[in-house]
């Protein structure tokens, strides 16, 4: 199956504590078939670390809100101010 605009293959980030939500969105990838790589982190933290050492641009990222250790406002407001990411 083809998606019109995807011509950005770089992954979709999931950050999400919630490991039955991480199957659930895994299983909706699938079934799709969809093409883009799709990389799960537990938290903000974690793909905070992965986006800095990184020259991938992610085509999305999708995160969970409330989770420990970074949490998803706080994850966009570190994005949103850093040039690189």
Partial sequence: MDYP???NLGPIIVIE???DDQELLRDVFQKINYPN????FNDGESALEYLNRTDVIPFLIL????????DGFALRDKVKID???
């Fill in 17 to 19: 504590d919630d490991i």
């Fill in 37 to 40: 790589k799709v990389r799960y």
């Fill in 5 to 7: 605009g995807t011509k």
């Fill in 83 to 85: 040039a690189k990411l």
């Fill in 63 to 70: 995160s969970d809100i409330n989770m420990p250790v970074l």
